[in-house]
Nanobody
């Protein structure tokens, strides 16, 4: 199983970006999907979560600006980021709990990071 994240880039303050993260390989089921970020010199933090049923949760600093969603048919999660601020600059990682086959246990998988830079 692999997670592939993409969509990062350079954007001006107030701008928008949409990150995508697609899971591929042997997949029986995907439970919670998450987006984390790690800014330079800081610890990685959980930004947004979406359950298999579509329930979402966000850290306070992105509420009202970021929207997490998922397309279960495509095994993909998205992070729509609006009204971006310089403090949103970080490497963003996707993460998901995946079961490769019905008899296997849930395992946590990470995608490679994608860099988001918010600067004028």
């Amino acid at each position: 199983v692999q997670l592939q994240a993409y969509g990062g880039g350079l954007v001006q303050p107030g701008g928008s970006l949409r990150l995508s993260c697609a899971a591929s390989g042997s997949i029986f089921a995907i439970d919670t999907m998450n987006w984390y970020r790690q800014a330079p010199g800081k610890q990685r933090e959980l930004v947004a979560t979406i359950t298999s049923g579509g329930v979402t949760n966000y850290i306070e600093s992105v509420k009202g600006r970021f929207t997490i969603s998922r397309d279960n048919a495509k095994n993909t999660t998205y992070l729509q980021m609006n009204s971006l601020k310089p403090e949103d600059t970080a490497v963003y990682y996707c993460n998901a709990n995946i079961k490769a086959a019905y008899w296997q246990t849930w395992k946590q998988h990470w995608g490679q990071g994608t860099l988001v830079t918010v600067s004028s």
